[in-house]
């Protein structure tokens, strides 16, 4: 099977890189895109050998296409050529942020298999890309853990209407049991700090202000086409139960690993048989599970994801990028980590985005929500 990584060099993309080597006869590295990261694409290119590498920075790109006999590639034509290529079988979306929507959004039209982890694209794409997938018979596979975990849990559907309620677990991040008002002085190491999961920096940053949940109830409305109502999020420290789908008749399905990428992802790639992987094996003899509620002060941030579901049009494109610019502005030391929620209840509030959702709104609908989210960073600091 023929796999082109979209991010190649990220978190994720380690993660599908290690599943490949483990399953080399049945798994080849077609092609790889990046952004920039020259030492680590080169590491990977030695390693693997694919056909092609897309680079995503220009001068990045100039500085490569000389220094190895693999194809490099770069330029919007190049990247829509590389995601259509007849060769590809699999398309995996692990571009971070939603500089991750216009790959996901050409992949969505393929007709080829998608393992979904850019969770901001259908966040800010709405019902844009599954509509899409849809109608070119693109079939989507997100390798979101809760998410993967849920798809797992309902291949036991016999109808449509069998599913009573979803949870959706959550770590509880770096902070958990912290009230907002106690993260005023937090750092940006103790931020990216998580508990059970070594991820990049943003979806570390939405990990720890309990966004990335909120992100992830947007993301399984679309996915799985079901009323926003039937997701309840919940705090599951131990990051071992990934999500369960309770049934009408009271049986409860859950999916569980300890926490490692690998799983989701092996589980995805796997076509007549599962793939095999060197996994750590959860210890049933020793093994403590809690539940916890969602904390009471982000039910705020939780009902702005439920507006998102309900209202669509560009309020997910409008929540994404106030998230996006908020998590800059805490990276780049320009805002205090509880200024986060701040940044995004302000810029959310009172938008006046028409319903009318095309790509081309959605990027319009990006570029002023994020001048109106500087511009609220710029009042606080
Ligand atoms: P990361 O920051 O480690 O890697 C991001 C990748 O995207 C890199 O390869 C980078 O080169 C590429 N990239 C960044 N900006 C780009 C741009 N402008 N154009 C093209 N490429 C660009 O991120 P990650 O942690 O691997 O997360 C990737 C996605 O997967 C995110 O949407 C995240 O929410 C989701 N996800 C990650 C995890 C995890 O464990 N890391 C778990 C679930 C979901
Ligand atoms: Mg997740």
Redesign the pocket.
């Known amino acids: 099977m023929n796999i082109l990584l979209l991010?190649?060099?990220?978190?994720?993309?380690d993660s599908v890189l290690s599943v490949i080597k483990e399953n080399h006869s049945e798994l080849n590295l077609f092609g790889i895109?990046?952004?920039?990261?020259k030492n680590k694409s080169q590491e990977i290119i030695k390693d693997f050998k694919p056909e092609f590498a897309y680079v995503?920075d220009r001068s990045t790109f100039e500085d490569l296409k000389d220094t190895s006999d693999i194809t490099f590639l770069n330029g919007d034509s190049s990247l829509k050529e590389l995601i259509e290529h007849d060769d590809v079988d699999v398309i995996i979306s692990?571009?971070?942020?939603f500089?991750?929507l216009k790959a996901t959004y050409l992949a969505a039209s393929t007709g080829k298999k998608i393992l979904l982890?850019?969770?901001?694209s259908i966040v800010a794409g709405g019902d844009l890309i599954t509509a899409r997938a849809k109608k070119f018979n693109s079939k989507i596979i997100p390798i979101?853990?809760e998410h993967n975990a849920i798809f797992q849990c309902l291949s036991g559907q016999r109808s449509p209407d069998d599913v009573q309620n979803i949870t959706i677990t959550a770590s509880g991040g770096p902070f958990i049991g912290k009230k907002i008002s106690d993260l005023k002085d937090v750092t940006k190491d103790d931020a990216l700090n998580h508990p059970n999961?070594d991820?990049?920096?943003?979806?570390s940053i939405d990990s720890a202000t309990l966004v990335n949940k909120c992100l992830e109830l947007i993301e399984a409305k679309y996915l799985f086409d079901l009323e926003e109502s039937i997701f309840d999020l919940v705090i599951h420290p131990q990051s071992i139960v990934h999500s369960v789908v309770t049934y009408k008749d009271g049986s409860s399905i859950c999916q569980m690993s300890m926490p490692d990428?690998r799983v989701p992802i092996a589980h995805a790639l796997s076509n007549e048989h599962r793939l095999p992987i060197n996994f750590e094996k959860i210890n049933f003899n020793d093994l403590n599970l809690s539940f916890h509620a969602f904390p009471e002060d982000r039910l705020q941030i939780q009902k702005i994801a439920r507006e998102v579901c309900n209202s669509g049009g560009h309020l997910g494109t409008i929540f994404n990028a106030a998230n996006e610019v908020a998590v800059e502005s805490f990276l780049n030391d320009q805002i205090s980590f509880d200024k986060i929620y701040e940044v995004i209840h302000r810029t959310f509030d009172n938008n006046s985005m028409s319903k009318d959702v095309s790509i081309e709104s959605i990027y319009e609908a990006d570029t002023q929500t994020r001048i109106k989210a500087k511009k609220v960073v710029k009042s606080i600091t």
């Not at 692990?94 to 942020?97: L, Q, R």
């Not at 982890?117 to 901001?120: D, P, R």
């Open positions: 991010g190649a060099t990220g978190s994720i993309g895109t990046f952004h920039k990261n995503e692990a571009i971070s942020g500089a991750g982890a850019n969770k901001e979101d853990s999961w991820m990049g920096s943003k979806i990428m």
